[in-house]
């Protein structure tokens, strides 16, 4: 059968419109290169999630396995009269409290410090880490020779560094002094505590300000 000319030369128009057209090329993922100089990469650490990592006390809880009373011990004298000078500034007790501990201390026949609790800068609570370090140190034999008298009363510094307004500081330490009660009340400590705020100190170190951020607790022997 003939095929009619428009049919044809429709059909060979098609035909050759096919052999102009060209393939495209198939698609390869081609590999993105690391980035450089970014976290993750090149050894360079991750960026963390939380914000700035919570800054840590400049030492540890610590008890001294000899606990010296002696009243008549250079240290000793000095924080009894340290202790004295606060006790009438103190703004958590009553004239009478006051009175009462001021006596307790004047006329103890020793007191040694049993515990030091450091804290972070601007920190008034004690860390879960010295919680924990705390409820241990309750069971050392030094510690449990006072706490298992129930004539000797605890008396419980808190320090601050010189950093920033004394007022301010002053408060501070109150504040740990009283977070650190806290501590030794929920350990099962059963004695007479008081929380005394010393304010800014340079005492324990004058060159690194961040070992004078420390709660004492110390055994008042009547």
């Avoid at 102009?20 to 976290?39: F, G, I, L, Q």
């Avoid at 009478?96 to 450091?118: C, F, H, N, S, W």
């Avoid at 601050?160 to 504040?175: C, E, R």
């Avoid at 100190?201 to 110390?218: G, Y």
């Amino acid at each position: 059968m003939a095929v009619p000319l428009r049919l044809a030369c429709l059909l060979a128009a098609i035909a050759l419109a096919g052999c102009d057209r060209k393939v495209a090329p198939t698609a390869t993922s081609t590999p993105t290169p690391a980035p450089v100089n970014e976290p993750g990469y090149a050894g360079i650490p991750e960026a963390s999630a939380s914000p700035a990592a919570a800054e840590v006390p400049a030492g540890e809880v610590v008890a001294p396995e000899q606990v010296n009373t002696d009243a008549a011990n250079a240290e000793n004298q000095a924080v009894k009269s340290e202790v004295l000078a606060r006790i009438d500034v103190m703004p958590n007790l009553a004239p009478e409290e006051k009175d009462k501990l001021y006596v307790q201390v004047e006329r103890a026949r020793g007191m040694g410090r049993i515990i030091t609790i450091p804290f972070a800068s601007g920190k008034t609570a004690v860390g879960a880490g010295e919680i924990a370090a705390v409820q241990e140190v309750i069971k050392l034999p030094q510690v449990q020779k006072f706490a298992s008298d129930p004539t000797v009363i605890f008396v419980v510094l808190g320090f601050a560094d010189k950093k920033g307004d004394p007022t301010k500081n002053q408060a501070i330490s109150l504040q740990r002094a009283d977070s650190v009660v806290s501590t030794l009340k929920r350990g099962g400590i059963l004695n007479i505590t008081h929380a005394v705020g010393m304010g800014s100190s340079e005492i324990f170190d004058a060159r690194n300000l961040d070992k004078n951020r420390v709660v004492e607790v110390w055994a008042v022997l009547p």
